[in-house]
């Protein structure tokens, strides 16, 4: 059951957009299909809606087989049980929140929509505007009667287009917690397409990270934020230090010869680029004065300069001049710029990695 997709490939002219990806959404699932402008996310997300024809490979839906260009199989989108939500909102204004609720069972042919049009906005909170028009609405509650409209039908699966890259950071946040909520309530698979690390953390139950028609990784929030296989998906998700080293032996060095401890899982790393990730989060940083001087191998401790300090809120970030790198922590401590101060990480938070 869900959503299994098979060595799917899309070419628009010239261009193989996606590349023969393949992966699968369980029954309940929240996945986000997360990567830059381009890469091929929005057009997966309208290869399974039925919105685009595919080139390669098949798409089935609770085991259906919707899209296969072997055997020529087509399920058009009205005919695939699934609700889309998109970045636009898409409501009609010439209609009130219920009958813009109600449309597409009416393109079904439902005859009493209601009962079904109460069920969703009572869902999503918006049943007491329910005579209003999209005009007398804010944009949180226009993206509510979207979110309405594509669960009336009770569908099978829920697909969603960048829905809240139009609200504004307060309301973002509101909404989606409230995705996450009738999601889980529904129990139906869910593909979530974003280019925003934020929501993809913070929603998904996996996430998968995609550059140029390709799959870069699948993992849980967890996996891709801390254990991230290549530079390429570090640099993307969250913020990140990559650190120049040099290969001695053994041993991992900065430029200036400074020796680092890195993570176990990944000391034995092959290659000629090679870089160290260090998150800013994971970095201590303290007046040198202050700083403890007992050395211990699985703790790094490197002196730098203060080159600027910005106040965040919750923490001010610093950057520091480190044998040559610009490296970025935080703390709750104001420095002055020019002053020396003493880093210290963990070899467990210092990971190497492949470009």
């Not at 890259?165 to 009738?182: G, K, Q, V």
């Not at 290969?247 to 290659?271: A, I, N």
Request: glycine fraction near 8%; hydrophobic fraction near 40%.
């Amino acid at each position: 059951m869900g959503i299994s997709v098979r060595d799917l490939v899309k070419v628009y002219g010239q261009s193989t957009v996606i590349k023969g990806i393949s992966f699968d959404v369980a029954d309940g699932e929240f996945v986000t299909l997360l990567g830059p402008s381009g890469c091929g996310k929005t057009t997966t997300l309208r290869s399974i809606a039925g919105l685009d024809t595919i080139d390669g490979g098949d798409i089935r839906i609770n085991e259906q087989l919707v899209s296969d260009t072997e055997t020529g199989v087509f399920v058009p989108p009205h005919e695939r049980n699934l609700g889309m939500v998109f970045q636009s909102y898409a409501v009609w204004p010439h209609l009130t929140v219920a009958q813009n609720v109600a449309f597409p069972l009416t393109v079904r042919g439902v005859r009493d929509t209601s009962e079904a049009v109460k069920w969703a906005l009572d869902i999503v909170g918006m049943y007491e505007l329910a005579n209003r028009r999209p005009s007398e609405l804010s944009g949180g509650q226009q993206q509510r009667v979207a979110l309405a409209r594509a669960i009336a039908g009770k569908p099978q699966v829920l697909l969603f287009d960048e829905p809240l890259s139009n609200l504004d950071a307060r309301l973002r946040d509101r909404t989606r917690a409230e995705i996450s909520r009738i999601q889980r309530e529904l129990k139906v698979p869910a593909i979530y397409v974003t280019h925003d690390q934020t929501e993809a953390l913070s929603m998904s139950d996996r996430i998968i990270v995609m550059s140029a028609g390709l799959t870069i990784q699948d993992g849980t929030p967890t996996q891709i934020y801390h254990e991230p296989v290549n530079r390429f998906v570090a640099d993307f998700i969250g913020n990140a230090n990559f650190l120049r080293v040099q290969q001695h032996g053994q041993h991992w060095t900065l430029p200036d010869g400074t020796r680092l401890s890195v993570c176990p899982e990944t000391k034995h790393l092959q290659g000629d680029k090679i870089t160290a990730l260090v998150r800013p989060e994971a970095i201590r940083v303290e007046p040198k004065a202050q700083a403890q001087t007992q050395s211990h191998p699985d703790i790094n401790r490197i002196i730098g300069t203060v080159l600027s300090s910005v106040f965040l809120g919750q923490h001010i970030e610093h950057v520091v001049s480190v044998a040559g790198l610009e490296l970025r922590a935080f703390s709750r401590t104001t420095l002055a710029s020019g002053s020396t101060v003493t880093l210290t990480f963990h070899a467990h938070d210092c990971r190497l990695l492949s470009e």
